[in-house]
């Protein structure tokens, strides 16, 4: 289907307001998006989904109409909170239209932090009280959006959800559009640089997506082995809380947390635990380009945001930011020379895009925890 089609017969729906977090299997309904309103006050990407169902609900309660929500469905769990004590219809009874897209869906080859979120994504909706329509590559337009409209003439009066569950390749792009931003420091050279860096006892914990594909491609490259880094390639923005407790027990390790905008302002909580509990010992490093890039580079809010700022009012004792390699390496060497006094908090402005031909990790998740439990298990 044509996603701009599905986008107009979403607002034929009286639909007006769309928020989200972008998804590669969305990526033509996100560049319809894009192309039709911008970010806009109609249209915000949020830094989680559940504050997206929240807008949602404030969207309803402040004018009648539901609000359309478009998430992969690994923030489903991110939304069942709000849906269940907010718009349920046994509390609130917010209708709401929800667009989701089908990562890990059975039969169909995907990344591993995908496939158990796949097997029971329709299961998870059942579970959350929303009426399900599956989109399939297949799918004729018109009986579909019939389908719907009909679903949500008669869900949406009784302050139920819909969700519009889209497989792989059923969407088409009719209006693609292109993310840049005017940082000239490539990402996966700032990586390098922090490799370069480190010692070999440091520990690396880093964030979902290509930051941390960049870093096991950078390893690659210097022939170096795996076992000092955590991938954290799902649960988006957690890699810190993970960081923050690997280096609350390994006080004698340098502990560096490579996070990303996107990810750091999913859950940016954190960095107020961060700041209360001061483990001198981590350094966490925020690679900022302004965009949800893994998933097709739809801006974030980050330009907004003095995460220095932010940092510093949680407790970070030292923040700075940086916008190339030689200024990256001055600040790292400058946390070298000097005791621990962390935590340090470091914003690296990036640029958006990467190597055509950037690979993914060969190690899977459990042998990269097996590597890096045993390192530090070799301490004994």
Not at 32 to 46: E, N, P, T, V, Y
Not at 162 to 188: F, H, I, M, S
Not at 243 to 254: D, E, F, I, K, S
Not at 264 to 291: E, F, Q
Request: proline share 6%; hydrophobic share 40%; charged share 20%.
């Amino acid at each position: 289907m044509n996603a701009s089609t599905l986008l107009a017969a979403i607002e034929a729906m009286g639909i007006r307001f769309f928020t989200g977090v972008p998804d590669s299997q969305l990526r033509p309904f996100c560049d319809a998006l894009m192309a039709r309103k911008g970010i806009c006050q109609d249209h915000q990407i949020a830094p989680n989904e559940g504050v997206c169902t929240a807008l949602a609900a404030g969207e309803y309660l402040s004018s009648g109409r539901p609000a359309c929500v478009y998430l992969q469905n690994s923030g489903l769990g991110n939304i069942a909170n709000p849906v269940c004590s907010l718009t349920h219809p046994k509390v609130y009874a917010i209708p709401t239209l929800f667009v989701v897209g089908w990562r890990g869906e059975p039969g169909v080859k995907d990344e591993p932090q995908h496939l158990y979120q796949g097997e029971i994504t329709l299961e998870f909706l059942q579970l959350l009280g929303i009426k399900a329509l599956v989109l399939t590559p297949e799918q004729e337009e018109r009986p579909f959006l019939d389908s719907l409209s009909h679903l949500c003439k008669a869900a949406f009066p009784r302050g139920e959800s819909v969700a519009v569950v889209v497989k792989k390749g059923a969407l088409t792009a009719d209006c693609p559009q292109r993310y840049q931003n005017k940082y000239p420091l490539k990402r996966e050279a700032a990586i390098r640089t922090i490799v370069e860096h480190c010692c070999a006892k440091d520990f690396l914990i880093s964030s979902t997506g290509k930051i941390s594909r960049e870093l096991f491609e950078v390893r690659e490259a210097l022939g170096q082995g795996h076992g000092h880094d955590f991938l954290t390639v799902g649960s988006m923005g957690h890699c810190s809380a993970i960081a923050l407790r690997v280096a609350q027990n390994r006080p004698q390790r340098r502990v560096f947390c490579i996070d990303g905008d996107g990810a750091l302002l999913m859950h940016m909580g954190t960095a107020a635990l961060i700041g209360s509990v001061r483990p001198a010992n981590l350094i966490h490093i925020l690679l900022d380009n302004g965009a949800h890039e893994t998933v097709g580079g739809l801006p974030t809010v980050s330009g907004n945001c003095d995460f220095c700022r932010v940092a510093k009012g949680c407790g970070y004792p030292l923040t700075m930011e940086v916008h190339s390699a030689a200024e990256l390496a001055a600040a790292l060497d400058k946390q070298a020379d000097e005791p621990p006094n962390g935590p340090v908090f470091l914003r690296v402005f990036c640029a958006l895009g990467a190597r055509d031909d950037l690979g993914r990790p060969t190690r899977t998740p459990l042998q990269n925890r097996d590597d890096f439990m045993r390192e530090w298990e070799q301490e004994h």
